[in-house]
């Protein structure tokens, strides 16, 4: 089995008094895509959250290719090599799209020309669209301007939370094959998804959340054929 | 006497006062444009900027004071914004605004304490404050100086807001603060530097404004303060040429109409002028576009 990139250790989220994460422990392997499912409130997005450093955990470890993250600042996780594509896309609307792919590479203070151009390849429509403002562009356009971003710092693993949200089934599909070929290329992905069906069939590892705990995991195979999840997340 | 000699003086003021309007009207946009907050302290930091003016002139030759004056009036800025707002990052901004309400009176009232309540002779620039004649009218350069030197200052920044890394990173973060978290970028330091910048322009603007207005008192800060506040509003709070356009508008009404014989009623005019905005377009001349898409 390849290396281990990312370890989570009893997780433990917090908003108030209510305990969003209780205690979640994976890892995710260099190279894979690994998903965690599961339904609203489950906790997978302050998992991701937290690992993005936008919030503190009150317990547990996260620790990335060697390195304790824990409670880390957003501003030290990106320059790490972790990247979050935010859940509802947050891309900014009023810069052009080339802004928001400049904005992505904040950090890094080397030649960014060749990163631009393998974005503007994996995404032609951005190419077209490079003048125009963000928030002139369709939901999926924007989807892909939001993954486009997250991929100008150069990330060893890119976490997405809910890529599906709001698509047509089709753009839906193209976002996945596009998710495939990033991985292709070298960059561990992390992802979140309600739409079991396509982020089981796309990931080599699965998780499945209830409630602030992991319930489940397997490939993504595993889980697909499963009874439980087929009776929970997918509908037959 | 041709009536373009009779306008021409009003005409010289209302663009020059325009012109300093401008610069502190800057602050204000740029603040409201980042945090959604009106800077009451704005205005105040304008004054400040006089008397430190006034009482390092005293003891330092101007070459040296007016560098120095520039430098403390953006620690003030910096100042405030780390002490009074930053840890309301994540109250209510109500809270935030009464804090600006807060800053405000403590400036005023550490200047009175300062100043004992008298009004303080403003130095003479020399070169700036000498009197020309322009086409007949007798004026002091600062009057020309100022329309040039605020065009300037403001081009410089709208280029380094449009071109610049850490001007896309501003506009970044003023559009959504957890998404320009997760592209590495630091929202405090960004918001200190949009303070830095506002506070240096409002120094810049507090140079020209006393120079022509020879005094400053603790309360200086609250009428131009406003009229700024106005042009913000004006032009669109939260756009840059906006302001400046604003801030053009009120200052050559504002002398058109002391020209008329109406000086009681130029400072009403502003007012007045607010309330007609909110009342037919509240977002302003260049007001926040919404491309919001759900």
Redesign the interface.
């Known amino acids: 089995m390849s290396e281990t990139l990312l370890t989570i250790e009893n997780l433990q989220v917090r908003y108030g008094g209510i305990e969003a994460v209780k205690g979640v422990s994976f890892d995710v392997h260099e190279g894979e895509i690994v998903t965690l499912i599961g339904a609203n409130g489950a906790g997978k997005s302050s998992t991701l959250r937290s690992i993005?450093?936008?919030e503190k955990p009150s317990g547990g470890k996260i620790t990335f290719r060697g390195d304790n993250l824990t409670g880390r600042d957003?501003?030290s996780i990106?320059?790490k090599g972790i990247?979050?594509v935010?859940e509802g896309r947050?891309?900014?609307?009023?810069?052009t799209v080339l802004?928001n792919l400049?904005?992505?590479a904040?950090?890094r203070n080397d030649d960014i020309s060749n990163d631009i151009q393998w974005v503007y390849e994996l995404f032609p429509r951005l190419k077209e669209r490079s003048w125009q403002?963000?928030?002139?562009?369709s939901?999926g356009e924007?989807q892909m301007l939001a993954v486009g971003?997250?991929l100008m710092?150069r990330p060893k693993l890119m976490m997405m939370d809910e890529p599906s949200l709001g698509l047509a089934p089709l753009i839906v599909k193209d976002i996945f094959s596009i998710i495939k070929e990033i991985n292709r290329q070298g960059v561990t992905i992390l992802l979140i998804e309600q739409n079991a069906n396509m982020a089981l069939k796309t990931a080599d590892t699965g998780y499945v959340m209830e409630t602030g705990r992991i319930t489940m995991s397997g490939t993504g195979a595993e889980l697909l054929s499963n009874e439980g999840v087929k009776a929970a997340y997918l509908g037959n | 006497m041709s009536l373009f000699q009779t306008w021409l003086p009003y005409l010289l003021a209302g663009i020059s006062v325009g012109g300093q309007y401008a610069l502190i009207a800057i602050g204000y946009t740029m603040v409201y444009g980042i945090l959604r907050l009106i800077n009451f302290a704005h205005g105040d930091v304008f004054m400040a900027a006089g008397l430190i003016m006034v009482y390092l002139s005293t003891a330092l030759p101007l070459w040296i004071a007016i560098p120095l004056t520039l430098a403390l009036t953006v620690a003030l800025g910096f100042l405030i914004e780390r002490a009074a707002y930053k840890p309301l990052r994540s109250a209510p901004r109500m809270s935030v605004m009464i804090s600006a309400i807060g800053v405000s009176y403590l400036i005023q009232n550490c200047a009175l304490y300062f100043t004992g309540g008298l009004a303080k002779v403003y130095p003479p620039i020399p070169w700036i404050s000498d009197t020309v004649e322009v086409f007949g009218a007798i004026t002091k350069r600062v009057t020309l100086i100022t329309p040039i030197l605020s065009l300037f200052l403001v081009v410089a920044l709208v280029l380094f807001i449009k071109k610049t890394?850490v001007g896309?990173?501003m506009?970044?973060v003023a559009?959504?603060f957890?998404?320009?978290?997760?592209?590495?970028?630091?929202i405090n330091s960004v918001i200190s530097a949009t303070f830095v910048i506002g506070s240096l322009l409002a120094g810049v603007g507090s140079l020209l404004y006393f120079s022509n207005y020879a005094s400053v008192t603790p309360t200086s800060g609250g009428m131009p303060g406003l009229k700024c506040f106005v042009a913000a509003v004006f032009g669109g709070i939260g756009s840059i040429p906006g302001a400046v356009i604003g801030a053009f508008i009120i200052g050559i009404c504002e002398n058109v109409i002391k020209g008329l014989g109406w000086t009681t009623f130029s400072d009403a005019f502003t007012f007045a002028l607010l309330i007609v905005i909110l009342l037919v377009k509240p977002t302003g001349l260049f007001g926040e576009?919404s491309?919001?898409?759900v």
């Open positions: 993005a450093g936008l957003p501003t990106v320059k990247t979050l935010p947050r891309i900014f609307a009023d810069l802004e400049k904005v992505g904040y950090l403002l963000g928030g002139t562009l939901g924007q971003r997250a710092s | 890394k896309i990173a506009r970044a559009r959504d957890e998404a320009s978290q997760l592209m590495g970028i630091k576009k491309t919001d898409k």
